[in-house]
């Protein structure tokens, strides 16, 4: 089997087992704006090769070019990116919804701090394009999780919130291991890089 | 009598076969005008979004600072926040910089098109020659580097450039169409129309899936703003509704940006997949002397698109200050 096959079967297992968690999101799926893309429930799709049931569930059909699969995997690269995103604006309603007059300074201080991160990570989704951004990517997850942890324990008012912050935490870090490995296989948007 | 015949009648036919004719250079300074429109609209797109963005980030980023005791934190983030508004401008020039060697190619064929063109060409040769070098090289690298990415650029094209560039000025424009038009239009042609299909296959997905998140995210970052207001505002015994109005029209302001931003988007994208289906139809009316009232209905529907695309860039402003005027 010649090498470069072999990286391509390994890069898509490790991109479907990448997205194989279960989600309940409400949020409207973005994949939905797209002209001729429908939405696509990402855990139903059954990765059969040839077959097309969107992005992330596409596995290369025999004898399909090098081209067309680098570019469904870059199109699985942004429909997981913007999945991230939807859950990270779910954690962020969440959040939102809990009323400002009944926190005291210190808990809307929680509150505002975990959109701000929020607001971060979901650019850095948008533009990651990069191995430094998934590093920073990464180091931000992690902030949020930290902020997650300290608001279960100590913020009574913002609990509710904490289920949301802690799904969007676990999808972002599996969302960066995707871009991990699109960015390693060279298989990335082919940008120009930035003006010297 | 008879040799010197056939021999004329070859002359004569070559000759006219390599004259370019004024249906030729109609099509040309068509296929370039589309394009130089076209070249800059990604990055007047991204600019619009992640300026958006940069706006409601700033609104939550005063909620932020005001809730936190510690004048360290707080610099903390101001400082993170202006480092993610320049990583924001970074994106934007690594994401439309090949879009800028659509452009180059625009005003290179541009200059084969008429005088005036070639006299403007000629002004800016030497700032042209670095741009587009600079451009090819880190086109040729990027491409290199993701292998099988693009279409491989045609290496004949530095060799075209250098010639051409070496006779502008000193050869009439006739003679530079005649040499170099034709060449010019089929070996930029596979580059440009690998840089217009990565704009269809990774930047209008992204973009659409910003523009579709975007309600939501400046919502929320105005929600959480708003909330701080409302609670130090009640704390200190004052009606928020007095501090509330002051910001209606920040709020306001960036839903209109918006709709704006929309509006380019849904044309540039229509533009755009109207131009995709046009290029071989460009060519073969170049290569056929294709008459403009017998163009392609490929090339027809992209002229419209193209119309109704610069007809928005250029009313934008004049809508913004309608929009303004209406408070």
């Known amino acids: 089997m010649p090498y470069n096959h072999l990286i391509r079967i390994l890069v898509f297992s490790s991109l479907l087992y990448a997205c194989e968690s279960k989600s309940t999101s409400s949020v409207k799926d973005i994949n939905a704006e797209y002209e001729g893309n429908p939405a696509t429930d990402y855990d139903k799709a059954k990765p059969l090769p040839g077959n097309d049931p969107g992005a992330m569930g596409y596995m290369p059909a025999e004898g399909e070019s090098e081209e067309e699969s680098k570019r469904k995997a870059i199109q699985m690269q942004i429909d997981s990116a913007y999945k991230s995103i939807a859950l990270l604006e779910e954690a962020k309603i969440a959040l939102n919804n809990t009323r400002d007059e009944v926190l005291t300074a210190a808990e809307r201080n929680a509150k505002s701090k975990s959109i701000y991160y929020i607001n971060l990570l979901q650019n850095e989704m948008c533009r990651a394009v990069d191995a430094s951004i998934i590093n920073n990517l990464k180091v931000n997850a992690g902030k949020l999780e930290q902020i997650t942890s300290t608001m279960e324990d100590q913020v009574s008012n913002l609990k509710s919130a904490s289920e949301s912050l802690q799904k969007a935490a676990v999808y972002v870090s599996k969302t960066a291991n995707i871009f991990s490995a699109c960015f390693t296989s060279g298989w990335v948007k082919p940008a120009i890089s930035k003006k010297q | ?327």
């Open chain 2, 1 to 327: 009598m008879s040799r010197v015949l056939f021999l004329w009648i070859v002359i004569t036919g070559s000759i006219s076969c390599t004259v370019i004719k004024p249906n030729q250079v109609s099509i040309a300074e068509n296929y370039a005008t589309v394009l130089k429109g076209v070249s800059t609209v990604p990055e007047n797109i991204y600019f619009r979004m992640y300026s958006l963005k940069a706006q409601s980030e700033q609104a939550q980023l005063s909620g932020l600072i005001s809730t936190t005791g510690s004048a360290n934190e707080a610099l903390q983030f101001l400082d993170e926040s202006f480092n993610d508004r320049i990583a924001f401008l970074n994106l934007i020039d690594s994401m439309t910089e090949s879009y800028g060697l659509v452009k180059d190619y625009a005003d290179l064929l541009m200059a084969l098109v008429n005088d005036s063109y070639l006299a403007k060409f000629m002004s800016q040769k030497s700032s042209w020659q670095l741009s587009f070098e600079k451009l090819t090289s880190k086109y040729f690298l990027t491409t290199g580097k993701y292998k099988g990415a693009y279409t491989p650029a045609s290496v004949g094209a530095s060799g075209l450039v250098g010639n051409l560039l070496q006779e502008i000025g000193s050869t009439k424009i006739k003679s530079l169409q005649k040499k170099y038009l034709q060449q010019a239009i089929a070996t930029s042609t596979p580059i440009i129309k690998s840089i217009c299909q990565s704009f269809i296959d990774f930047d209008l997905p992204r973009l659409k899936a910003d523009y579709a998140a975007m309600p939501s995210f400046l919502r929320e970052n105005f929600k959480d703003f708003l909330g701080n207001i409302n609670a130090y505002e009640k704390q200190a015994g004052n009606n928020p509704f007095h501090y509330y109005k002051d910001y209606i029209p920040v709020y306001h302001y960036m839903q209109y940006q918006y709709y704006e931003a929309g509006l380019l988007l849904t044309r540039m994208e229509t533009c755009m997949k109207d131009l995709m289906a046009s290029f071989d139809d460009f060519l073969y009316c170049f290569d056929h002397d294709i008459k403009r009232k017998d163009l392609p209905e490929a090339i027809t529907r992209l002229n419209d698109s193209f119309s109704a695309l610069t007809r928005l860039l250029s009313n934008l402003d004049a809508i913004h200050n309608k929009y303004n005027k209406m408070f």
